[in-house]
């Protein structure tokens, strides 16, 4: 299958600042295969599909490094909007026990098409929440994010620590330390691709510091050297946290991690907003990898991430949406501004331009994640690839500069997208499903949302 995307009004692909004009893209199977002048591709596009770009700015695709898609079912409940992290963990906690396999699937149907509407074309989703031990959830998820065709990273999460072992969830949704490894182990095998163009592969991905135990950190990081597999766990999201790793093992959540064999470069870590200047150096040596949440960070109140402090250390950073419990959206190109405005609010107006922070979504996120074959629009990198149209009432005024207008203007749906080769979005409706499907997705969503609040 050949895809000849011609014409791109501006075309940006995503390696240096530079946005060119009248940019044509052939894509072969999964890959760019010529990128020049409508003249220099067409030759090769004869029995190609044509897609007219002459109104599109044209980008790679960005990349999310951290979600809990369940948690799109509980978006907004109203006995936590105005919680503190580790109160509206444990207000949640008992309501998302109730959620089945099926709103597995749902849910990660949902946030797929949300993310992708968004401008996203890989996402990474840390599914720690095991409601009863119905580890199948892992394969509905799968099945889900195939059908919606996304890019997927699954961090097989888990909990192994209830509030009887000093933990905070209940006994419900944690899991035997045996079964988590054993379970992960046949996922893995079974799902992973780690070859090039990979649309699905598992990350290890333990919870948190205070939902499991230090010996299943050591033995998940043991297992994914091993396999050659990423890990993630969330670090140093609030001051909560930090007490509690002082008070349980007596070190900050960085050295708790240095401890336990984690602080390397094939690990990253969601939030990072409570580092010391010198945690930042050492993690920029490490390159230990930051899923950065702004808008979560302030949804919680947890604090503000020294990103740019990461940046000139060296430390590998990513634009993640977090969990649509602490968002409540899960929409990239809003958190990409987000991170540049939150950065300003800590530092000066100069700290991060628009063009960094797009960067950050797009090669920073494929640089945590362990690709280089994402993220930049270059012959031989998969054709995950996004379009916007730069006519809406938003952009009016906003011409002189199109790219840094995404962000300051803040567009936030994608005209055009495409993952793996396939065109996914085109003039603005998903190609795989219909109005109909989507609303009553929507509608279904919404039921059982109610259902899980209410306790039905
Ligand atoms: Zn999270």
Redesign the pocket.
């Known amino acids: 299958m050949k895809t000849f995307i011609k014409n791109a009004k501006y075309f940006w692909a995503g390696k240096d600042t530079e946005v060119a004009e009248n940019v044509s893209l052939l894509v072969e199977g999964s890959k760019i295969t010529h990128i020049g002048t409508e003249a220099q591709v067409a030759p090769y596009a004869a029995d190609a599909k044509n897609i007219d770009a002459s109104e599109l700015l044209i980008m790679p695709g960005m990349v999310n490094t ?3 898609y369940y948690q799109t079912l509980t978006r907004n409940f109203p006995n936590v909007q105005n919680a503190k992290l580790f109160d509206w963990l444990q207000n949640l906690y008992p309501l998302w026990a109730r959620l089945t396999p099926d709103d597995f699937y749902l849910s990660t149907t949902i946030a797929s098409l949300e993310l992708l509407q968004s401008g996203c074309t890989t996402s990474l989703d ?1 599914s720690y929440m095991v409601p009863n031990g119905q580890s199948e959830i892992y394969f509905k998820q799968v099945e889900a994010s195939k059908k919606a065709g996304i890019r997927f990273h699954l961090c097989r999460g888990s909990m192994s620590r209830s509030k009887k072992d000093g933990g905070l969830p209940p006994d419900c949704v944690v899991q035997n330390e045996d079964t988590i490894m054993d379970e992960t182990d046949k996922l893995v095998k079974k799902v992973h691709e780690g070859r090039h163009g990979g649309m699905t592969r598992i990350v290890i991905a333990p ?2 510091p205070f939902s499991v135990t230090p010996e299943l950190m050591i033995e998940a990081k043991k297992y994914a050297n091993k396999m050659s597999l990423k890990t993630h766990t ?1 670090l140093a ?1 609030t001051k909560d946290e930090e007490e509690f790793t002082l008070r349980d093992f007596g070190v900050r959540p960085f050295k708790l991690m240095e401890k336990l064999g984690w602080m390397d470069e094939n690990s990253f870590y ?2 990072c907003v409570h580092m010391s200047p010198e945690e930042v150096v050492e993690m920029g040596r490490v390159k230990g990898g930051v ?1 950065h ?1 702004p808008s ?1 960070n302030m949804r919680l109140a947890s604090g503000i991430a020294p990103i740019t402090e990461m940046l000139k250390a060296g430390v590998p950073v990513s634009i ?1 949406v ?2 649509s419990a ?1 968002n409540d959206c899960s929409n990239m190109m809003l958190e990409v501004r987000n991170c540049m405005l939150l950065q300003r609010v800590l530092k000066t107006a100069d700290c991060i331009s628009a063009r960094d922070a797009l960067k950050v979504a797009t090669k920073g996120g494929a640089d945590v994640l362990g690709r280089n074959d994402i993220a930049s629009l270059e012959v031989g990198y998969e054709a995950d690839i996004i379009g916007f149209k730069l006519d809406s009432l938003r952009q009016a005024g906003s011409s002189t500069d199109p790219l840094a207008a995404l962000v300051f203007c803040a567009v936030n749906e994608v005209d055009f997208s495409m993952v793996h080769g396939e065109t996914l979005i085109q003039n603005a409706k998903f190609t795989r499903f219909s109005d109909e499907e989507l609303k009553e997705l929507i509608i279904k969503q919404n039921e059982r949302s109610r259902q899980v609040y209410s306790g039905t």
Do not use: P, V, Y
Request: hydrophobic letters at 20%.
């Open positions: 951290h979600h809990h840390h919870c948190s969330h999201e969601a939030h899923a949440c979560s993640a977090d969990g602490s």
